[in-house]
Structures are given as C-alpha cells and as structure tokens.
C-alpha cells in the first residue's frame, strides 16, 4: 500500500510539473504591469517593455525602450525596472502590481536586509515607488511574462529601437494577449 500510494503520489506531482502556467490576473481593482528585459551583449544595448493588464488579462496600455551602452544584463534589468516605475508614475497608473522575471530585482525591494549589495539601487527605486499610492512588485516566469520579453526581443533582436507608448496590444503578438485574456463565464 505505501508503494502504490508513493507511486500515486509521484504521479500527481509529474502532472502538476507539466500544467501548463498561465498568466496570473490581479484582483480586482489593481492592474499588472509585466516588465520584459532583453541583453544584447555585442551591441551593448538592452531592450525594455512594459505591459499593463486589467483583471481579465486586456492590455490597457504597453510600452517599448532600448537602453544603449548597457554594460551588463542586470544594468539593462535595473534600467528597465526604473523607467516601468517612472512610467507608471507619469501615467498615473495607481494599484499596480509590477512583475519580473528578474529575481534579484524583486528581492531588494521585498527583502533588502536579504540583498546588501543592492541597497543603493532599492533605495533609488522605492524612492520612484513612492509617486505611486498604492504598488505592489512580484516575481514572474518566463512562460507568464511572454508578451513583455518578446516586445523587449524586438529592440534587441529586430533592432526596433524607436520608443512608443500605445493603446492595446501591438498586432504581432495580438493573438498570444487575447490568448492570455480571462473568459468571463457570463
């Protein structure tokens, strides 16, 4: 019996590892903003996107940068994460979750007694935090925050360096967004 429950149970934790992992909406009343970061290391340049999504997963508004003479992909992270900050500010964009694939960029602002070294860069962030009322700022997977790092790829790799602000998704990746969008049930 303690090998077949074993057996059961190795089985249950295989499926859960293959679910697919979906993008994860915001209560209600907060919007997301999904930060993707991309590197360039021959160009010295890093590629940046902002997407900010409603509860059920509709993009409100996105944006695109690129960041030349980028030293190092956390340089090009930090960039990014301080202009997403700074944009929401300018847009006044309040109860807003900021998420990111970059775990040490979320830890110094979560945990700064966890991450020393850091200090200097949370500071500089909170402090651009402090222009939004309400904030929170969270860890993202890759697989979650697709629409963010291919509009970052795009500087990066389809060399797209103007900068724009914009309503919607872009047409390219309308299909993956409205993928990702919340069914109502209604």
Not at 96 to 115: L, Q, T
Not at 137 to 155: D, H, K, M, P, Y
């Amino acid at each position: 019996m303690a090998q077949v429950a074993e057996k059961n149970r190795v089985e249950e934790l295989r499926a859960e590892s293959q679910e697919k992992k979906v993008w994860e909406a915001p209560q209600n009343g907060w919007v997301k903003c999904n930060v993707g970061v991309d590197w360039n290391r021959e160009e010295k340049m890093g590629g940046a996107a902002w997407v900010v999504r409603d509860l059920k997963g509709k993009v409100m508004m996105l944006s695109r940068r690129a960041f030349f003479n980028t030293g190092s992909k956390w340089e090009a992270t930090f960039k990014a994460l301080m202009w997403s900050v700074d944009s929401m500010a300018s847009h006044k964009v309040n109860r807003v979750i900021i998420a990111m694939e970059d775990k040490s960029s979320v830890g110094m602002i979560v945990r700064p007694k966890a991450w020393p070294n850091f200090r200097f860069e949370a500071l500089q962030v909170l402090k651009c935090l402090s222009k939004i009322e309400w904030w929170r700022i969270g860890g993202e997977e890759r697989c979650t925050n697709r629409g963010a790092f291919l509009i970052a790829q795009s500087v990066t790799k389809g060399k797209r360096y103007y900068s724009y602000v914009a309503q919607g998704s872009p047409s390219w990746l309308h299909a993956l967004f409205e993928n990702e969008e919340i069914k109502s049930s209604v």
